[in-house]
């Protein structure tokens, strides 16, 4: 199953990740282009993962309104980042599946594959994170009992979600579904589309 795969290497990432977790670490991506979905995945999760930081980070209430004003930039760029990632992904899928011809009664899904495998992305990082707040040492135990019921629910999000993709990949290689991929117009980054970078020209 795909879903097997992404969440392998979903873990994959945010463990080597937290064995320095630092957002200023180099990125190394161990999947060659030749193993290109794995290679995307891997690539998806660490723009995910750097950015759950920063979103840590730019929380702090003592924060350096400069730093934080520097950070926020960053954390634009890591959301185009992420958007392009998702775009890649579904290309992957376009390609895999060209051939496929739908059947005359075959209906759309409400997002395309890519969207899912971000949310389950996303989902890896909660559940790692939410498994840390539920065994830390000096929480109480009111603390990590609500964590830890958290994390169940999380848990069986993660299963829901990753039948729902694989079924959904099935579907668009049996006919049943088709793929169809809008790109994403973000404006706010286009020198043209957002009228205050357009007056700066």
């Not at 409400?110 to 949310?119: I, K, L, N, Q």
Request: hydrophobic share 35%.
């Amino acid at each position: 199953m795909f879903t097997t795969i992404a969440n392998r290497i979903f873990q994959e990432v945010i463990k080597k990740y937290h064995i320095i977790n630092t957002v200023e670490q180099s990125f190394e991506n161990p999947y060659s282009k030749s193993d290109l979905i794995e290679h995307l995945l891997y690539r998806k999760c660490w723009i995910d993962t750097v950015q759950w930081h920063y979103e840590d980070i730019i929380r702090d209430p003592q924060i350096d309104p400069v730093a934080a004003l520097k950070l926020k930039r960053k954390i634009d760029a890591s959301n185009q980042d992420r958007t392009d990632m998702v775009e890649y992904i579904d290309s992957y899928f376009l390609e895999t599946y060209k051939d496929i011809t739908p059947k005359p009664d075959a209906t759309i899904n409400t997002e395309s594959p890519a969207w899912g495998v971000d949310r389950l992305s996303i989902l890896a990082l909660k559940i790692y994170h939410m498994n840390e707040e539920a065994t830390r040492k000096d929480a109480s135990e009111a603390h990590k009992l609500s964590c830890n019921t958290k994390l169940d629910i999380l848990l069986e999000q993660r299963v829901d979600l990753s039948t729902a993709i694989d079924t959904l990949l099935a579907d668009i290689e049996s006919g049943d579904k088709y793929m169809k991929v809008y790109k994403q117009m973000k404006m706010y980054n286009d020198d043209e589309l957002n009228p205050v970078l357009r007056s700066l020209k």
